[in-house]
């Protein structure tokens, strides 16, 4: 393993463990609690965001994990350029579950964790759908799949005879 990949999980895990014991003392914190505790409990959503964000990443490890394991690899195989790839593309399959935990008015917080770590393992499937079609899209469930709409813009498309 690289010294840049040691260096990059050293900083995740302090990151993770860090707003993991944030998040501990923010659910315990009472009116007797110390100042300081106080203050991340004024600022409970900028930690549990931090803390699911570092879910989702999580996630993300743990499908190139599976994905190296499953080829016959181990771990001397890790390449940092291919986990840095997934941390580009995390804000963009984060978005969804942080607006999901700002709309809810659950009090879960075990839930919108498991939905991170869910969002994580699956980035590529989510990034798949955002990809151009080279084709037009075939949706087998809807009436003659396209058809007639297609020969409809093709008749219109002409404009109108001008005798």
Not at 97 to 126: C, D, E, H, K, R
Request: aromatic letters at 16%; glycine letters at 6%.
């Amino acid at each position: 393993m690289s010294r840049a990949l040691k260096f990059l999980m050293f900083i995740y895990f302090v990151v993770f463990l860090t707003t993991g014991t944030f998040m501990v003392l923010i659910v315990n914190a009472d009116e007797g609690s110390q100042a300081w505790i106080t203050l991340l409990v004024r600022n409970h959503s900028i930690v549990y965001a931090w803390h699911l964000v570092c879910w989702m990443i999580l996630g993300m490890f743990t499908n190139y994990y599976w994905d190296l394991f499953n080829m016959g690899k181990g771990i001397e195989s890790m390449q940092v350029l291919r986990i840095v790839l997934p941390l580009l593309v995390s804000p963009f399959v984060f978005m969804p579950t942080y607006n999901l935990w700002l709309a809810s008015s659950s009090q879960s917080y075990m839930l919108f964790a498991v939905i991170a770590i869910q969002s994580g393992f699956f980035w590529q499937a989510l990034l798949a759908k955002v990809a151009p079609l080279d084709k037009p899209a075939s949706i087998p469930w809807s009436v003659n799949n396209g058809a007639s709409r297609t020969s409809r813009t093709a008749a219109t498309s002409n404009g109108p005879e001008l005798g």
